[in-house]
């Protein structure tokens, strides 16, 4: 997990609150922004080692993130060492737009 890590609360309508933490994660291939929802936003910490199960990936104002919700799972793994993130390899600058196509005669979203 790099450094640019910023966490916050929401309150629900119910009175809970809710843990969000942004961060950017990554390995020596690449990186890319991370969105992580509930408990698990308690294991983002600056240059901690986690294995993610189960995210998805979501374009957020046509860029790529990655989600981990609650269907998602992450796991702290202090035996494992990824070495030098790939910064160099972003994938969340890449802009993504939205484009129609024509099928059929039917315009679709694609």
Same mark, same amino acid.
């Given at each position: 997990i790099n450094a640019e890590y910023m966490g916050s609360e929401v309150t +629900?309508?119910? =009175?809970? %609150?809710l843990k969000i933490a942004e961060c950017v994660v990554g390995d020596t291939t690449a990186c890319v922004r991370a969105r992580i929802v =509930?408990? *698990?936003?308690d294991l983002v910490k600056d240059g901690a080692v986690i294995a993610i199960r189960? =995210? +998805?990936?979501e374009? *957020? %104002?046509?860029h790529m993130r990655l989600e981990i919700d609650r269907w998602g799972k992450i796991t702290a793994e202090p035996n494992q060492?990824? =070495?030098?993130?790939?910064t160099?390899?972003?994938l969340s600058k890449v802009a993504y737009e939205m484009k129609y196509i024509n099928l059929k005669g039917k315009q679709q979203q694609q």
């Open positions: +629900r309508q119910d =009175g809970t %609150k =509930g408990d *698990f936003a189960n =995210g +998805r990936s374009v *957020f %104002k046509e060492q990824i =070495g030098e993130i790939n160099n390899e972003d």
